[in-house]
């Protein structure tokens, strides 16, 4: 190795470190491990401040299953975050293309965890440490194929997130076929559907007129309540396969409605 | 505006996206891209590229921190370009930063050929986990964003000459903790 070789090494440092030398907080030097821990608890708060409040409702149940119910809004459903005490702290969103609702749960086991089986073009994801989120957005700085996709995404909620009519949105993929599942070997309901996303060409930075493409994977189990969402552009086999063998971890901690500032999440982005 | 609405604005394929993202970050992207390439144009053009970059990514992608996502991009997209300059267009004050890292695989030690770069960058990661923030702003200015020792002594208020050595002990306690770790025989 020579200093090219460490100084590349430093590309793929943690988020966490390039955001925070953004600025500099004189604030924020009076503790380092303090800090850390800090950024991390941010990280879950924003995520929770994802919330969107659903101001009109009445659109025909889509399909109703054992653990979840699904159904399309109409396009002039309105859904908003607020993540400011202010008149202008929201943003609105109209055209949802799907939301899932849960039966209201008092109390969901906290859940982590780590991959058992993943694509060979994905092998770099497999880690040890057992997560809540795990993405494989930082493949496409090494690998540049991989630049404009998703291939692999999976992250944890909890049922008592969404109690009193709280929801996990679809807003701009279009769900195709909504495939009901029990998995009894993991103990899940299983809600999973291919999904596709037009966008349009942007002449003024020559970009071109394409289509996206997602599979997508709710697992839930409604004795412990929590849900495991999975997408990705690996093909739903291969999401299917990468589903069955997680290995999912119970942290001891259980969360109630009032763990959570909002309740709202989204399963394709945008507010993440 | 904050970062997932500018998200959001990529999803919609907003042409204010890129407008917003260059009002947020704008500063930080043009200086690591001027940090890495001498060349205005050089950089300029890293810039854009950058830009496109996350216009082209955002769908599908939803990065956690639009910021380092950004700059991530933008620095990887100088170096490609930094290494595929002629000699001409090479940057002293980059040169300078690399040279100082060298320091910490020099010494007389050797470093593992075979090392996966990953492995490094996440004893990189447990390095930075434990310095207190000023020390780890300290080195991520100067060997992540390549800022040079005045900027960053301009930013955190100190003098330049009292950041030069504090660079140099943490130049040392990584090499220290790369030979801990076994990456550096």
């Known amino acids: 190795m020579n200093r090219e070789k460490l100084f590349d090494s430093l590309a793929e440092l943690d988020d966490r470190y390039i955001a925070e030398a953004l600025r500099y907080s004189p604030e924020a030097a009076s503790g380092s491990s303090e800090r850390i821990v800090h950024l991390n608890k941010k990280k879950i708060i924003s995520f929770a401040l994802a919330a969107v409040l659903i101001l009109a409702l009445g659109a025909a149940a889509y399909a109703v299953f054992s653990t979840y119910s699904a159904r399309v809004p109409e396009p002039e459903e309105t859904f908003r975050i607020n993540w400011e005490e202010n008149a202008s702290g929201y943003i609105e969103w109209t055209d949802a293309k799907l939301a899932v609702t849960f039966p209201d749960t008092a109390e969901s086991k906290e859940i982590e965890f780590r991959p058992g089986w993943l694509p060979d073009e994905l092998s770099e994801l497999m880690v040890k440490k057992p997560l809540s989120r795990l993405t494989a957005e930082e493949l496409a700085y090494k690998f540049p194929e991989l630049s404009g996709s998703q291939p692999l995404l999976i992250e944890s909620y909890s049922m008592s997130m969404f109690n009193d009519g709280g929801a996990l949105l679809l807003l701009y993929y279009t769900p195709e076929e909504i495939i009901e599942e029990r998995w009894e070997e993991q103990g899940v309901d299983v809600m999973r559907f291919h999904a596709t996303m037009h966008v349009d060409a942007a002449p003024h930075i020559h970009a071109p007129e394409r289509t996206i493409e997602q599979d997508i994977i709710l697992m839930s189990n409604p004795e412990a309540g929590w849900i495991v969402c999975l997408n990705g552009e690996i093909g739903m086999d291969e999401l299917v396969k990468v589903a069955r063998n997680l290995e999912i971890f119970e942290t001891g901690r259980a969360l109630t409605y009032d763990d959570f500032e909002n309740h709202y999440a989204f399963m394709d982005g945008g507010v993440g | ?185």
Request: glycine share 6%; hydrophobic share 40%; proline share 2%.
């Open chain 2, 1 to 185: 505006m904050e970062d997932r609405e500018i998200i959001g604005l990529f999803f919609e394929r907003s042409e204010r996206a890129i407008r917003e993202l260059d009002k947020k970050y704008g500063k930080a992207v043009k200086a690591i891209a001027g940090n890495v390439l001498r060349d205005r144009q050089d950089a300029e053009e890293c810039v854009n590229d950058a830009y496109l970059g996350v216009w082209s990514s955002i769908p599908p992608q939803r990065p956690d921190s639009l910021g380092s996502y950004v700059c991530r991009i933008a620095r990887n997209q100088a170096i490609s370009r930094l290494r595929s300059n002629t000699a001409a267009k090479r940057n002293d004050g980059f040169d300078l930063v690399l040279d100082e890292l060298e320091e910490c695989v020099s010494s007389g030690a050797d470093v593992e050929a075979e090392i996966e770069g990953k492995e490094l960058s996440r004893a990189v990661d447990r390095f930075l986990a434990t310095l207190d923030y000023d020390d780890r702003f300290l080195f991520v200015r100067r060997y992540w964003y390549a800022d040079s020792v005045k900027e960053i002594a301009a930013a955190m208020g100190r003098k330049e000459n009292q950041l030069s050595v504090r660079l140099f002990r943490l130049r040392e306690k990584l090499r220290k903790t790369l030979v801990k770790e076994g990456l550096l025989v």
